[in-house]
């Protein structure tokens, strides 16, 4: 099993973004130090970050022993999970078919719950001018992807079979499923997979990582 001896450098805020690298590092157990990125001041704009985050968002994070012992700098939360689970050997599965499967439910986070659920937020909650049409549009998308999430932990405990890189993705983003509409009623798959993962210590701190900040 590869091991870690010098700190993960994570480049980061307790969103529900930065919530999957704080959880994937908790689950692995490996050393790691939290740089917290306050947006509201531009520091995602600062040259040093930017040079390891060229989109000026996080997450982003340096492994000073990346491939062939030399650090890598690493942007993109779900390419953040996939290297570190590829890295050390867990969360993310060594069969090929087990493999397409966590990688069509990262992508799905990535693609779709992500930033369906963020431009729900952004024009019910933030945006100056309230648009019925956009928070229609997003709040019935959200509503959607909670359905087919719903469809997919039907008979499992997990997204695609065991504990993987797809759950860590999705579940900062369903931790607020009551504002979002969803119902024990109507998702009970969902709001027992939330419960099964908040359960879980490492994913109850890196969850609140960072909040008190």
């Given at each position: 099993?590869?091991?870690?001896?010098?700190?993960?450098?994570?480049?980061?805020?307790?969103?529900?973004?930065?919530?999957?690298?704080?959880?994937?590092?908790?689950?692995?157990?490996?050393?790691w130090?939290?740089?917290?990125?306050?947006?509201?001041?531009?520091?995602?704009?600062?040259?040093?970050?930017?040079?390891?985050?060229?989109?000026?968002?996080?997450?982003?994070?340096?492994?000073?022993?990346?491939?062939?012992?030399?650090?890598?700098?690493?942007?993109?939360?779900?390419?953040?999970?996939?290297?570190?689970?590829?890295?050390?050997?867990?969360?993310?599965p060594t069969?090929?078919?087990q493999?397409?499967?966590?990688?069509?439910?990262?992508?799905w986070?990535?693609?779709?719950?992500?930033?369906?659920?963020g431009?729900?937020?952004?024009?019910?909650?933030?945006?100056?001018?309230?648009?019925?049409?956009?928070?229609?549009r997003?709040?019935?998308e959200t509503?959607?992807?909670?359905?087919?999430?719903?469809?997919?932990?039907?008979?499992?405990?997990?997204?695609?079979?065991?504990?993987?890189?797809?759950?860590?993705?999705s579940?900062?983003?369903a931790?607020?499923?009551?504002?979002?509409g969803?119902?024990?009623?109507?998702?009970?798959?969902?709001?027992?997979?939330?419960?099964?993962?908040n359960?879980?210590?490492?994913?109850?701190?890196?969850?609140?990582?960072?909040?008190?900040?």
């Amino acid at each position: 099993m590869t091991t870690q001896t010098q700190p993960i450098q994570a480049y980061s805020l307790p969103t529900p973004n930065g919530q999957k690298v704080h959880v994937m590092l908790e689950e692995l157990g490996v050393p790691w130090v939290y740089h917290r990125i306050d947006i509201g001041k531009g520091e995602q704009f600062a040259p040093d970050f930017l040079a390891i985050s060229p989109n000026n968002k996080i997450p982003a994070i340096v492994d000073p022993e990346g491939p062939g012992g030399e650090p890598i700098s690493i942007f993109e939360s779900g390419a953040i999970l996939k290297y570190l689970g590829l890295k050390f050997g867990q969360l993310y599965p060594t069969d090929p078919r087990q493999q397409v499967k966590v990688d069509e439910w990262l992508f799905w986070q990535v693609g779709g719950f992500g930033p369906m659920l963020g431009q729900n937020n952004h024009f019910t909650l933030y945006a100056p001018e309230k648009i019925p049409y956009a928070i229609k549009r997003y709040g019935e998308e959200t509503l959607r992807l909670f359905r087919v999430l719903n469809t997919q932990l039907e008979g499992r405990d997990y997204i695609a079979g065991d504990y993987s890189i797809a759950d860590i993705a999705s579940i900062g983003w369903a931790q607020s499923w009551e504002r979002y509409g969803a119902t024990r009623a109507e998702h009970p798959n969902v709001i027992a997979w939330i419960e099964r993962l908040n359960a879980r210590p490492a994913v109850a701190r890196g969850l609140a990582f960072g909040k008190a900040s």
